[in-house]
């Protein structure tokens, strides 16, 4: 796959409505937002010490799996620029997921995350789920003086409509290569709203399948967002 370098910025400029990172009060009745855009709005802190004291450091977790996802940590370097974590996580179908990182801790400094580029994919095919790999880059002045540990975490993910798609196509093909909704046996009927959004119903489920979960689920998939928290303490950074 062609690796992307996304300034958190640009990002918030091509994939439609903006919202703060941590507005996780989305539904799909409304058009599809970037829970990260503040932080391309905002820009990136350089090296100013947090209002607050750091979390506490615990002990080094380099995978962990919240709401059927894992985040695992692939790598953890200093570079010229400041702090580049790299990260895989599991995606649930085949839609364009994206990670929502959250700021970076060492010693009383707070980071921002500056921008992603995704490296590899094995996308979600209806059988098995997908996953998605991603460097993300935290911009330091000073970086002789960065320390462990390294606070790093993940808030949510999510999956904006694509422009290949209408809302209803987005949502459907998402549908059709999740594989927990396969083994449920959902079939759904979709309807766009006047806002570029999208009304979903469920329509079948396999008979083993307790209603109110297929339709859980189906919420879910039309909500297009997966909230974390995935959080790691990082001991070890390389030079």
């Known amino acids: 796959m062609t690796s992307n370098k996304m300034p958190f910025g640009l990002v918030v400029a091509g994939l439609l409505t903006v919202t703060a990172m941590a507005a996780i009060g989305f539904y799909a009745s409304r058009p599809q937002t970037i829970a990260a855009a503040q932080v391309g709005e905002q820009g990136p802190y350089l090296g100013k010490p947090a209002d607050t004291p750091a979390p506490q450091p615990s002990n080094e977790i380099l995978s962990k799996t919240v709401n059927e996802i894992t985040v695992q940590i692939t790598s953890a ?19 364009e997921w994206y990670p929502a990182p959250g700021h970076l801790f ?50 949510e993910m999510y999956a904006p409509q694509r422009e290949m798609y209408t809302p209803c196509q987005e949502f459907q093909q998402r549908l059709e290569t999740n594989p927990k909704a396969r083994a449920y046996g959902l079939r759904a009927k979709c ?49």
């Open 106 to 155: 060492y010693s009383t400094y707070e980071i921002y995350p500056d921008e992603f580029e995704f490296t590899t994919e094995k996308t979600a095919d209806g059988k098995n789920f997908g996953e998605r790999c991603a460097l993300v880059r935290y911009r330091i002045d000073d970086i002789e003086n960065i320390t462990t540990p390294i606070q790093f975490s993940v808030i």
């Open 191 to 239: 309807t766009e709203t006047d806002n570029s959004g999208i009304f979903v119903e469920l329509v079948d489920n396999a008979k083993s399948v307790d209603k109110e979960k297929a339709k859980g689920l189906l919420n879910q998939i039309a909500k297009a967002e997966i909230s974390g928290l995935w959080e790691f303490t990082i001991t070890t950074i390389e030079k």
């Open 77 to 95: 370097k200093i570079i010229e620029t400041g702090v580049e974590i790299g990260i895989c996580f599991t995606t649930l179908d085949g839609g």
